[in-house]
């Protein structure tokens, strides 16, 4: 049974740090392309960082961009985000995905992540 389990949310104020995490089961995470996205009430779920399924390769929007880092660890088939100097725009339900070959695609259940003084 495939799982991705989030953690790591809360809240925080802005200037804040976090570290989500989520951890992978089911599947053979080393294979897979990993990602994190966001989403607020009423809008699409964005694209936050992704990581190539070997760490060496990441990308990030240009709103987190020098903010946030996405890194992974094989061994534990655990990807992680870094979130430093938060802003309350980044207050959102954070979604770890799983991804290989653009046809298997797993979906966690997402984080609450709040950013408010």
């Known amino acids: 049974q495939v799982r991705l389990v989030e953690s790591g949310g809360g809240l925080v104020q802005p200037g804040g740090s976090l570290r989500l995490s989520c951890a992978a089961s089911?599947?053979?995470?080393?294979?897979?392309?990993m990602s994190w996205y966001r989403q607020v009430p009423g809008k699409e779920r964005e694209l936050v960082a992704a990581?190539?399924?070997?760490?060496?390769?990441?990308n990030y929007a240009d709103s987190v961009k020098g903010r946030f880092a996405i890194s992974r660890d094989n061994a534990k088939n655990t990807v992680y985000l870094q979130m430093n100097s938060l802003k309350p725009e980044d207050t959102a339900v954070y979604y770890c995905?799983?991804?290989?070959?653009?046809?298997?695609?797993?979906w966690g259940q997402g984080t609450q992540v709040t950013v408010s003084s």
């Open positions: 995905k799983a991804a290989r070959l653009r046809v298997y695609i797993y």
């Open positions: 089911g599947f053979t995470f080393s294979m897979y392309a």
């Open positions: 990581i190539s399924s070997d760490g060496g390769g990441t």
